[in-house]
């Protein structure tokens, strides 16, 4: 019996579809489109990797391929355990990277080495972490339910916007930068410590409960509108709303100003009787001759030519001295002085301004021959008008602890007395030789009707 012939094939063999492979497994936990999207590929390659594990194996025994066992090339299957190495760590990076929150920019100098990221808008910013407390309404990035971070939240400031920041905040007076710097910082550390969200401009609600706290440490209402000018500005230097003045905050103020009414200004002027007397005991109580006419000279020029004492005399010996009256900015003549106010409290542009000081009667009580004597003492050298025979200069401390020493010597009362009393001293005696508002306004360098409160 012969071999049986193979039965004709009638369709072919059948194909098998490949068996579908299996989904990759997300994290029900994790909503974040991007980090899922990472996890299945890596799933993916790792699939291909395994499939390939034989082969790869075969290759490096000398197998099919023809290859020769022992040899160091680098397979599409080493190049897919790089990737994943590659992705894995980005991953790792990423989770444990903590968000952190993008506050607008409190400090006033602006330097270059530490530039922070401002919101444009006055939205919420989608990258503060939730150490903001339970009453935050800000999620940190990744978490269930929350916007996904703002694309130019890292972001370096451009050098135009950085110069232009710089510019503004240059507008203000040193002093002023320098309070404005502490007030909102200080406000940033209480909502920190109370646990409010960080939000820019700071809602009308922050502002009522930051100035409660403020009322707690006895502020006064002058005190608390201080604060609330440094958080406009800085909310209007970054282009963002002002809400210091809602209705509700400044309607706040008002009621606690008419609770407690401002206190008057009890501050006594110092009349040229008192100056006169501590002119004749500054000889007794000074070490030096120089130093008696340091004294009596700083006394008359003070109260004569109507000066604040930050115009004459540093605040301390550690104080910037470019602001006071140099030597250089003495014109002496024969009846009279003239000296050029470099800065002032209405000139912080440094325009300047002459004061004339003008020859008087009584030597005792004359501003020029005093300050003559003391300069042919003094000598030329360079600095402050002011000095020490040292040569340093002479504070604002140091004057009065020597003029109220030489007026309790006269018998005269200081316990309501100031540096401030030269100046209002020189008002009221203005006043009482019958001089006019205009007239008084000028000899105070004052621009409005501000004289009025100096004169007692």
Known sequence: MGPKKAKAKTGGKRVCPPPPRPAPVSDSSDDDGDLGTVRALIARLEALEKEKQGLAAAADRGGPSGLPSGSRRVTRGVKRAKLIESLSSRIDALESQQPRPVLPAVDLTLEKDSVQSVPESGGRDARSSDQHGPGSALSPVGARGGAPPRPDADMAVEPWRLEAQRAVWASLAPSTRAAYTRQCRAFQDFRTQVGLCQDWPPPVEQLMQFLVHLKGKSLSTGAMAGYLAALAFQS????????????????????????????????????????????????????????????????????????????????????????????????????????????????????????????????????????????????????????????????????WTVARRALGAAGVDTAQLSLHSFRIGAASTASWLGLSGETIQRIGRWRSATYKRYVR
Do not use: N
């Open 236 to 399: 209007k230097s970054q282009g963002m709303a002002d809400t210091t003045g809602d209705f509700r905050v400044r309607r706040m103020l008002e009621g606690w100003t008419r609770e407690h009414p401002v206190a008057v200004d009890i501050r006594r002027p110092l009349l040229p009787t008192a100056i006169r007397g501590a002119v004749v005991h500054f000889s007794g109580i000074c070490r030096s001759s120089y130093e008696a006419s340091l004294f009596r000279a700083a006394t008359l020029v003070l109260f004569f030519g109507a000066f604040r004492a930050g115009e004459l005399l540093p605040r301390s010996q550690h104080s910037p001295v470019f602001k006071v009256v140099q030597f250089g900015d003495v014109s002496m003549g024969r009846d009279v002085a003239q000296l050029r106010l470099r800065f002032s409290k209405t000139d912080q542009r440094g325009r300047g301004q002459l004061v004339s000081l003008h020859m008087a009667d009584d030597a005792l009580l004359c501003p020029v021959r005093a300050l003559g004597s003391y300069m042919a003492l003094r000598g030329s050298s360079p600095g402050c008008l002011f000095v020490h025979e040292g040569g340093l200069p002479l504070s604002q401390y140091q004057f």
